[in-house]
């Protein structure tokens, strides 16, 4: 569990501003995503980035419960099948996410990396 908790003391502030950026910033990250889809050694870069920091979480805690800390260990299985998917299905991967950056789901993904990251807290800081 201590494992858990420091991941999560990690991740959860990461989390929370990522959302806010998301949230005050949407033109920045629609910039940043329409350059990165064309960009091939870019997606090449954040796929392998994904999958390694997908696997040292895994490698680090990799536990199911019925706690809050499994949201690391799922943190963990999202980034492995992201960056398999950006190194595997690159295209598909990029049309998704930028249907999904173009349209009124932006403004869902901010809500969910921030209350993450306020689980994330608690088990860090309340629980831990």
Same mark, same amino acid.
């Given at each position: 569990?201590?494992?858990?908790?420091?991941?999560?003391?990690?991740?959860?502030?990461?989390?929370?501003?990522?959302?806010?950026?998301?949230?005050?910033?949407?033109?920045?990250?629609? #910039?940043?995503?329409?350059?990165?889809?064309?960009?091939?050694?870019?997606?090449?870069?954040?796929? %392998?980035?994904?999958?390694?920091?997908?696997?040292?979480?895994?490698?680090?805690?990799?536990?199911?419960?019925?706690?809050?800390? %499994?949201?690391?260990?799922?943190?963990?299985?999202?980034? %492995?099948?992201?960056?398999?998917?950006?190194?595997?299905?690159?295209?598909?991967?990029? #049309?998704?996410?930028?249907?999904?950056? #173009?349209?009124?789901?932006?403004?869902?993904?901010?809500?969910?990396?921030? %209350?993450?990251?306020?689980?994330?807290?608690?088990?860090?800081?309340?629980?831990?």
């Amino acid at each position: 569990m201590q494992d858990a908790v420091w991941l999560a003391s990690i991740f959860g502030p990461v989390m929370i501003i990522l959302a806010a950026w998301l949230f005050f910033k949407p033109k920045e990250a629609e #910039k940043i995503m329409t350059a990165v889809k064309g960009n091939a050694a870019a997606l090449y870069f954040i796929g %392998v980035f994904r999958l390694l920091l997908g696997f040292t979480i895994l490698s680090i805690y990799c536990f199911w419960s019925l706690h809050l800390a %499994v949201l690391v260990t799922i943190l963990g299985w999202v980034l %492995v099948a992201r960056g398999l998917g950006l190194l595997f299905w690159p295209e598909w991967c990029v #049309k998704h996410s930028a249907r999904f950056m #173009k349209t009124r789901h932006k403004r869902f993904l901010a809500p969910v990396l921030f %209350v993450w990251g306020v689980c994330f807290l608690i088990v860090a800081y309340v629980i831990g």
